[in-house]
T-cell receptor
Framework: AQTVTQSQPEMSVQEAETVTLSCTYD???????LFWYKQPPSRQMILVIR??????QNATENRFSVNFQKAAKSFSLKISDSQLGDTAMYFC????????????FGQGTRLTINP | NAGVTQTPKFQVLKTGQSMTLQCAQD?????MSWYRQDPGMGLRLIHY???????DQGEVPNGYNVSRSTTEDFPLRLLSAAPSQTSVYFC??????????????FGQGTRLTVV
């Protein structure tokens, strides 16, 4: 079974700083997708960024970028120029391309951006 | 465009009571799923459905039933509520198979407390 591990339960940085959230996963398969979701206090789950495992280039979305290391099974999220609105729970998630494509989540990292 | 609608948003049950969490989507998505979110454990898959009339178990199915009589609706039934089912429940929908542009859409969540 696939597993996703986020080893940082909580993180806190000052506004405008850069912060990196860690995620590792375990699978014996070669084709999959990885995601980062943001959950603000409103509880809404918001897709931040996705990465397709067959793409070597790291995905970027404005201030959000990932460092995808396939051999190491690592998928970290970097938030540049952090803003107060980035305060949220962040979840790393994984799904295989074949089969039932169940979305498997990590434990989450609670990120606080301080003014 | 309503997206994924969950009702109710909050619910308190007594141990042994039954109830149904409602989930409806208006995007004609084939794939629907239910997750529970607990502190330190991320989101865990309860049940999922790949289309009307087809359901399957996820990671934590015990104590929950589902059915899928229409494409739009995917209710989650708690047969005899237990304190261990105190959690936040999320319904999600998406197209059946993940491709480069597929996104899972989540409802606003239901906070359930069993006393």
């Amino acid at each position: 079974a696939q597993t996703v591990t986020q080893s940082q339960p909580e993180m806190s940085v000052q506004e405008a700083e850069t912060v990196t959230l860690s995620c590792t996963y375990d699978t014996s398969e070669n084709n999959y997708y990885l995601f980062w979701y943001k959950q603000p206090p409103s509880r809404q789950m918001i897709l931040v960024i996705r990465q397709e495992a067959y793409k070597q280039q790291n995905a970027t979305e404005n201030r959000f970028s990932v460092n995808f290391q396939k051999a190491a099974k690592s998928f970290s999220l970097k938030i540049s120029d952090s803003q107060l609105g980035d305060t949220a729970m962040y979840f790393c998630a994984f799904t295989l391309i074949q089969g039932a494509q169940k979305l498997v989540f990590g434990q989450g990292t609670r990120l606080t951006i301080n003014p | 465009n309503a997206g994924v609608t969950q009702t109710p948003k909050f619910q308190v049950l007594k141990t042994g009571q039954s109830m149904t969490l409602q989930c409806a989507q208006d995007m004609n998505h084939e794939y629907m799923s239910w997750y529970r979110q607990d502190p330190g454990m991320g989101l865990r898959l309860i049940h999922y459905s790949v289309g009307a009339g087809i359901t399957d178990q996820g990671e934590v199915p015990n104590g929950y039933n589902v059915s899928r009589s229409t494409t739009e609706d995917f209710p989650l039934r708690l047969l005899s509520a237990a304190p261990s089912q105190t959690s936040v429940y999320f319904c999600a929908s998406r197209r059946t198979y993940f491709t480069g542009n597929t996104e899972a859409f989540f409802g606003q969540g239901t906070r359930l407390t069993v006393v």
